[in-house]
């Protein structure tokens, strides 16, 4: 099986521009989250999205936005991007059983590194 | 949410046995233990997980005490390779209560000498 890939790999914008980033999941996956990872902060949860609905939300502002497709690929959005936006954003999928109750194993994409200029 | 804490950096030579232990003192019943191990540039990956006592899997081993205040992640026979972060968390196993969302701390550098 193909792991999680992410598009693109490396990016660069400048202040205010906007942009959005691509996660395809491993197939039959459906759980897909999004994480920010930068040195001073480490890495943060941002969202997650399963069927198309945002089921978790982390503390970033509303710039940060996010959905899932009806195949379950992902895109996250950054609008008014700011110096502080730099970072490895990574993506996760994880398999999950319709009536599985308990947490599942989060496989990781290589993630985009996004340069703010 | 369960706060995990440990070391920042450790330093190993290749064929030694790497123990890190990470304290999770408000752990709760529904929480279990999670390791990730991430190289630079790259996402984390899943190492094991476990609740109680001990796992083992091909990569590393976790003990986990009767009180499940702290855990140890053990890695037999480190190579070079090997040198990386790894990330404690501790992980609520309701999906309906936490989704899959995952809190890292600051996870140990771990440095693999020859």
């Known amino acids: 099986k193909a792991g999680v890939t992410q598009t693109p790999r490396y990016l660069i914008k400048t202040r205010g521009q906007q942009v959005t980033l691509s996660c395809s999941p491993i197939?039959?996956?459906?759980?897909v989250s999004w994480y920010q990872q930068t040195p001073g902060q480490g890495l943060q949860f941002l969202f997650e999205?399963?069927?198309?609905?945002?089921?978790n939300k982390g503390n970033f502002p509303g710039r940060f936005s996010g959905r899932q497709f009806s195949n379950s690929r992902s895109e996250m959005n950054v609008s008014t991007l700011e110096l502080g936006d730099s970072a490895l954003y990574l993506c996760?999928?994880?398999?999950?059983?319709?009536?599985?109750?308990?947490?599942?194993?989060?496989?990781f994409g290589p993630g985009t590194r996004l340069t703010v200029l | 949410l369960a706060k995990t804490t440990q070391p920042i950096s450790m330093d190993s030579y290749e064929g030694q046995e790497v123990n890190i232990t990470c304290s999770h003192n408000?752990?709760?019943?529904?929480?279990?233990i999670t390791w990730y191990q991430q190289f630079p540039s790259q996402g984390p990956r899943f190492i094991i997980q476990?609740?109680?006592t001990k796992v083992t899997n091909e990569v590393a081993s976790l003990f986990i005490p009767a009180d499940r205040k702290s855990s140890t992640l053990s890695l037999p026979r480190v190579s070079l390779s090997d040198t990386a972060v790894y990330y404690c968390?501790?992980?609520?196993?309701?999906?309906?209560?936490?989704?899959?969302?995952?809190?890292f701390g600051g996870g140990t550098r771990v440095l693999v000498k020859p």
């Open positions: 476990g609740y109680k």
């Open positions: 968390l501790v992980v609520n196993s309701s999906i309906k209560a936490a989704g899959n969302k995952l809190t």
């Open positions: 999205y399963f069927s198309e609905t945002q089921r």
């Open positions: 197939s039959g996956h459906r759980s």
């Open positions: 996760a999928s994880s398999f999950e059983k319709p009536d599985r109750q308990f947490y599942n194993e989060q496989f």
């Open positions: 408000n752990i709760a019943t529904n929480d279990y």
